[in-house]
C-alpha cells in the first residue's frame, strides 16, 4: 500500500488500542455536538477486543495509521428485529479520527462493508445513525428508511435515522 492509500480490513488482536483511542474521539466528538452517543461500554477496551474476536471490527488504515473503524455483524435485533437471518449486514460505530474527517476514509469503509455483505450473500447494507448526520449516508448511496426510537436496557430511549444499501 502505498503514500495516501486507503486499506480496509478486519482489524487484529494488535490493532485494539488504537481501535479504542478511534472509537473514544468519536465519542468525544458525539458529546460535544449534544448527541446521543456510545457509553464507555460500547467503546471499552472489553467490547472492543470482543468485537475483533468475533471479526466484527474492521479498520481503515491510512499511511500506517488506524483512520478509522466499524462493526459489521450479520444481525442486529436491536435496531432491525423484524428483518430475516441473512437478509442484510449491519454497519454500526463508524468513526473517524477527526484528522481524517471529510476525507476518503468513510466512503472507503462503506464500500468495504457492502463488498463484504455481498461477499456473505446480504442484500442489503443497513445502519443506523443520529439524525443530524443522515445526509453523510445519503451521500453514499443509502436510503433513509425511517426513523425510529430505540430502547435500549443500558440508557435513555433515543431517535435514530434508519438507512439501506441494496446490494
Known amino acids: 500500500m502505498g503514500p495516501g492509500e486507503i486499506a480496509v480490513g478486519w482489524a487484529g488482536r494488535d490493532d485494539a488500542h488504537e481501535v479504542s483511542g478511534v472509537l473514544a474521539e468519536g465519542a468525544a466528538w458525539m458529546a460535544r455536538k449534544g448527541w446521543p ?7 471499552a477496551p472489553a467490547f472492543v477486543a470482543a468485537r475483533i474476536a468475533a471479526c466484527e471490527m474492521a479498520a481503515a488504515r491510512l499511511d500506517g495509521v488506524v483512520a478509522g473503524v466499524c462493526t459489521l455483524t ?7 428485529p423484524d428483518d430475516a437471518p441473512g437478509e442484510a449486514a ?19 469503509i462503506v464500500a468495504w462493508c457492502a463488498q463484504t455483505a455481498r461477499d456473505w450473500g446480504c442484500r442489503a447494507l443497513k445502519l443506523d445513525c443520529h439524525p443530524h448526520i443522515s445526509g453523510i449516508y445519503l451521500r453514499l448511496g443509502f436510503t433513509r428508511l425511517d426513523s425510529w426510537t430505540t430502547h435500549p436496557s443500558d440508557r435513555s430511549p433515543y431517535l435514530v435515522d434508519r438507512f439501506v444499501m441494496a446490494l
Not at 74 to 80: G, H, I, T, V, Y
Open 37 to 43: 452517543g456510545w457509553t464507555a461500554a460500547d467503546i
Open 74 to 80: 450479520r444481525s442486529d435485533p436491536e435496531f432491525w
Open 90 to 108: 449491519y454497519l454500526h460505530r463508524l468513526a473517524v479520527r477527526r484528522r481524517f474527517a471529510g476525507a476518503r476514509v468513510t466512503p472507503a
